[in-house]
């Protein structure tokens, strides 16, 4: 694609995806006319275009709000659907007037860098990062309208990736030659074409079939269960799930009679935990804590092997709950998961490698399961979305060599300049996570900080990888969780706010965090 010099300059910062890290970095950017581009026609990414008829939040609703806008019901403990929370959307995007930012259906296909790179090229002493909004255009970003053959070209001092880690680009596993999908007779298809369909293609699709399911997460849980609802009945045919890697499930944020969040989401349970930075004394104190900190998990392992039928089908994992939390992996089980299984309707099976036969899939040992459809709950690959918009060098920079994003603040790449990123680290809540480093990156463009140098930025990447790395196997996910207060602290500390965020000491200590209480300050 040949760059054109005639390109529209319009605004400072430009705004790639409008899902939830979009429109919160529109509003939060507002003051500087951002142009957001967003492939379809709507607003709310993976929930509108990644989402099941049965899909719900995973948390209360008062944990998944903007800290301006709290939604109508915010004492409701039900989880909200997918619709819910796309009205919700929907009303803040229109309260906020953020919509006029958007221009839908604009795909963007190709960014390039044009000014002289001011990083340091790996392996050299980095050193400033310099600013975000310099004056002069940085970036170029090819964009195709409606999906013409034509592109325009615009350019920004500064770009905002908001196009997430989940949906867009399904992973799929690779399979040894003759074992791959083109030697199966049924129908085959990954989570991310599912969503697709609407309630009665769905359920055409997966009623009166043997369907298996791949994969043992929030979305396959969710996709079992659709199917075994299709297929009730004495016609109705059971959903086998292929599970690789077991994850800890809970059925509520109730343990032994204990609100969940006083285990993992006061700022007293923080400090059972690691975080980067932290000084000697709270290292000491971190370790003094350790029997603590495993005690409380087997605590909370203990309850879902008393209320859950985890032994009778096998479905106890190996590693503690701890490391589930630990990687945002944690899934809240749909009510009817395990009474579906009790009835047949939902069967198990165990495998690290599998291949595909004419008739189904074999599992490693020989063992075929004979099915209509497979549906790939494999994830999706974020990076790759990434990857296949920037050029080089920025491209290879994306990931480290632990296959981690190395993120300052969860928000600046330190070797990619004139560029954030916002989306691409986990917690507890994404959207308070994401509000926040909104917040932050407004007040840097505002030059009310100064970044560390490349070199300082680098060094603390590489402290919270640490601190992952030795909190759980999974830390590729790129999750806070365990250290979400702390790391709040700093970016509080950094824009000039207080840290300690609640009204008085016992409730700064024993109550949760939530978005209300990173509401801005006057």
Request: aromatic letters at 12%.
């Amino acid at each position: 694609m040949s760059s054109n010099q005639n390109y529209i300059t319009v605004s400072k910062v430009g705004i790639i995806g409008a899902g939830i890290s979009g429109i919160a970095a529109a509003k939060q950017l507002s003051c500087y006319d951002p142009v957001v581009f967003e492939a379809t026609g709507s607003i709310g990414g993976v929930w509108r275009h990644c989402s099941y008829n049965s899909t719900k939040l995973q948390t209360p609703r008062c944990d998944y709000e903007f800290s301006d806008y709290p939604w109508p019901e915010r004492d409701n403990s039900s989880f909200p659907s997918h619709i819910e929370i796309l009205e919700y959307l929907d009303a803040y995007a229109r309260h906020f007037n953020v919509l006029k930012y958007v221009k839908f259906n604009s795909k963007v296909v190709e960014v390039r860098y044009i000014r002289d790179r001011g990083t340091a090229k790996l392996g050299e002493s980095p050193g400033e990062y310099g600013t975000l909004t310099t004056g002069q255009s940085a970036w170029e970003v090819a964009v195709q309208i409606n999906q013409s053959e034509n592109v325009q070209w615009y350019a920004f001092e500064c770009l905002v990736m908001c196009i997430g880690k989940y949906g867009d680009v399904a992973k799929v596993p690779v399979f040894p030659r003759n074992q791959g999908p083109d030697v199966f007779n049924g129908k085959v298809m990954h989570t991310l074409d599912y969503c697709k369909l609407d309630k009665e293609e769905a359920n055409q699709l997966l009623k009166g079939k043997k369907v298996v399911v791949v994969g043992y997460k929030k979305s396959a849980i969710d996709l079992a269960v659709e199917c075994a609802e299709a297929n009730q009945g004495p016609d109705g045919e059971p959903c086998t799930m292929v599970i690789r890697t077991l994850h800890w499930t809970v059925p509520s944020y109730w343990i032994w009679g204990l609100p969940f969040f006083l285990f993992y989401s006061t700022r007293s349970s923080q400090f059972l935990h690691e975080k980067p930075n932290q000084s000697f004394l709270r290292a000491l104190l971190c370790l003094s804590l350790s029997p603590m900190k495993r005690a409380i998990s087997k605590f909370i392992e203990s309850y879902l092997a008393w209320k859950l039928p985890l032994v009778k089908y096998g479905l106890r994992p190996d590693h503690p709950f701890e490391e589930d939390y630990a990687s945002c992996q944690m899934a809240i089980l749909p009510e009817n998961f395990f009474l579906e299984a009790d009835n047949g309707k939902i069967l198990f099976e165990r495998a690290t490698k599998w291949g595909f036969w004419s008739g189904g899939i074999e599992l490693e040992g020989k063992k075929r399961l004979e099915a209509d459809v497979v549906v790939l709950a494999t994830g999706f690959d974020g990076k790759k979305k990434l990857k296949s918009i920037l050029p080089e060098p920025f491209c290879s920079l994306i990931e480290d060599s632990s296959g981690v994003m190395p993120l300052y603040r969860g928000t600046i790449h330190p070797l990619i300049p004139n560029m954030a990123f916002v989306g691409y680290i986990e917690s507890v809540s994404n959207l308070h996570t994401a509000e926040l480093r909104c917040k932050w990156l407004a007040g840097l463009m505002d030059k009310q900080f100064k970044l560390p140098t490349v070199e300082n930025m680098l060094e603390q990447t590489t402290k919270e990888l640490d601190v992952m790395k030795r909190t759980t196997r999974f830390y590729k996910r790129h999750c806070i969780s365990t250290y979400s207060i702390n790391h709040s602290d700093e970016i509080c500390e950094e824009m000039g706010w207080k840290s300690w965020r609640k009204k008085h000491l016992l409730a700064e200590v024993f109550s949760p965090y939530n978005c209300q209480d990173y509401e801005e300050e006057k």
